[in-house]
């Protein structure tokens, strides 16, 4: 029977993120960066994001990030503009909620981003809901 030689398995990689909790410095985009909220997710490391310029962008998840910080639809994401290819870019970090609301308490957002809604629509806006439901009277119900 072969040593264990290693320092844990499966289970001590699981334990790594200890340090989510502590508060973290805000970041703000630079030359060539843009924030972004994500549309859906692709698979194989890639994302569909509206970027607030209004370009949908194929997102690339790069590698320290990919399996260490969970991406889903609807979250905000700092992504790096690629020079050669204006409808691809590189997801470069995350934000979490909180920080999300700080961006957009600072203009960084604009004001029509929902931050909380899972996939939320750049450019949707609430029409009151009118449609949503039908209402039936009894009499309805009885002629047929």
């Excluded at 960066?33 to 997710?41: G, H, L, P």
């Excluded at 870019?89 to 957009?104: G, N, S, W």
């Excluded at 981003?113 to 039936?136: Q, T």
């Amino acid at each position: 029977m072969p040593k264990n030689k290693g320092k844990g398995g499966k289970n001590r990689k699981r334990g790594k993120n200890e340090a989510d909790d502590e508060k973290r410095e805000l970041v703000f985009k630079e030359d060539g960066q843009e924030y972004a909220q994500v549309v859906r997710m692709l698979g194989n490391g890639r994302c569909e994001a509206t970027c607030i310029d209004g370009t949908k962008r194929l997102c690339h998840i790069r590698g320290k990030m990919h399996k260490k910080v969970w991406i889903a639809a609807g979250d905000i994401i700092l992504v790096g503009l690629r020079d050669y290819q204006d409808d691809k870019a590189d997801v470069i970090f995350k934000y979490m909620p909180d920080e999300a609301r700080l961006l957009k308490a600072y203009g960084e957002l604009p004001e029509n981003i929902r931050l909380n809604e899972g996939i939320g629509g750049l450019d949707e806006e609430d029409e009151g809901g009118a449609d949503d439901y039908i209402e039936f009277e009894d009499e309805d119900i009885d002629k047929i």
